[in-house]
């Protein structure tokens, strides 16, 4: 699979016409500061400091760490964009910032892609990723030395790549929407991560007779979108493994389920970018940042008083079997912020529904602090798998100080077989350690 990002600020802000993956982390940024004062993001402390700086945390997870994965590149653009800004001329000019923090982005956001997304489901099937990066083109793939072992494997590995940005996207989302918000650097690899899905599918030919030739090419050439599409096209007829991973299979482009699916994945890159919390968080970046100067920034909300705060946001997802849409409710305290979602799963046979989310506990003033994640769901019945079945997930994260400067973060959880976004697939425990480091 290859993926190749065109940077082109006047039209868009990238495109891709081949395919990447993101894979396990040694480091990524936690979700809540260890520095005991809390501000919002952009203000000035009482003492006329910057806010404290979000921590560093070099972790283990069970593949595939799609979330952690994303989140150690999210420590790198965070550093990077730290040292760049340091300068008086950056610091008199803020607006220069966007010229590291967005190509820096760019580049991430096909490193997750790759790394954490293809790789991590590879990893996850012991199929022994390997990638390949061309910097200068702003182009990547990903490989395995080993075939995988069933269709299903084919499918996951070909939407994982945009199923890792959109994590990535998601998980840089909820942090900017804590109390305190948190850097504005990482608001570029939240938007280039969240366009992942919607601009590839855009990129995409309908495999339709009038454009059958061009999406045909490209499933040859390795596009994601087009190798899903096919691949579960390849598990209803039951397709030769090896074609179908080769991309040399016999596509049957009268298959009015292949149509249906493209249309379902085209309306989801639809409602993945029409989020109102990632539309917020840029307007703020760009006034706030940009513009004034501000080091940090927070997803603007609906006030309710008392510290209390709405927003909403989209997301969505290339499942093995469905395509699936979420609408998140954003709800920010003072004491932490949570994410409750509802989703529908569209197998183009049949709908289902489920629902979830997360909350963060977060309070200023405490160094400890905590999420738990529930996820409920019915899998649809599918052309591919036959009748579905009810799925269910549960999570929790710990971050505790082990000294002034240093915390522990400790992440368990388990689920039962079916897709969640960065989970293994397969039912079971998972769990995740790490350290972090404030630098401030």
Known sequence: METVVAIALAARLFTITGAAAP????????????????????????????????PILIAWSRDPA?????????????????????????????????????PFAAVLSIVTHE??????????????????????????????????KSRDEIVSISGAGTEADTVLAHRLLFDLARPGGAEASTLPLALFAKLDLTLYVASTAKPDREHVAD????????????????????????????????????VDVDDPLLRKNADAARIAALWN?????????????????LAGGAPGVRVPMLELGAG?????????????????????????????????????????????????????????GSRVAANLAADRWDEPRSAEHGDGSPGWNVSGEIRVP???????????GHKTTGFVPGRPVKAGTYAGAGVLFSLR
């Not at 760049?84 to 803020?94: F, N, V």
């Not at 994601?224 to 299979?249: C, F, P, S, T």
Request: charged share 20%; hydrophobic share 40%; no cysteine.
């Open 115 to 148: 790394v954490n997304g293809h790789g991590g489901r590879g990893r996850e099937f012991d199929l022994r990723p390997r990638y390949g990066f061309d910097l200068l083109r702003m182009s990547a793939y990903t490989g395995t030395t080993r075939m995988p």
């Open 402 to 412: 082990a000294g002034r400067r240093v915390g522990v973060l400790l992440n368990v």
């Open 66 to 102: 799609m979330a952690y994965g994303g989140l150690t590149l999210a420590s790198v653009q965070r550093l990077g964009s730290r040292l760049l800004g340091s300068a008086d001329a950056a610091r008199q000019r803020p607006g220069l910032a966007a010229a590291w923090e967005f």
């Open 23 to 54: 894979g396990s982390p040694v480091a990524a940024t936690a979700a809540a500061s260890l520095d005991t004062e809390a501000a919002p993001a952009g203000a000035a402390r009482p003492d006329g400091q910057d806010p404290p700086a979000d």
């Open 273 to 289: 970018v029409l989020d109102p919390a990632l539309i917020g968080a840029v307007v703020a970046y760009a006034r706030e940042h």
């Open 308 to 364: 209390t705060g709405l927003s909403a946001g989209t997301r969505a997802f290339l499942a093995p079997s469905y395509v699936t849409r979420y609408l998140d409710l954003y709800v920010r305290v003072p004491f932490g912020v949570g994410s409750f979602y509802v989703r529908d799963l569209d197998s183009s046979v049949a709908r289902t529904w489920g629902w979830g989310g997360v909350f963060a506990f977060d309070r200023a």
């Open 215 to 250: 999406f045909l090419d490209q499933y040859r050439e390795g596009n994601d979108i087009a190798n899903y599409l096919v691949a579960r096209q390849g598990q209803r007829r039951g397709l030769d493994l090896g074609d179908m991973w080769n991309q040399v299979a016999d």
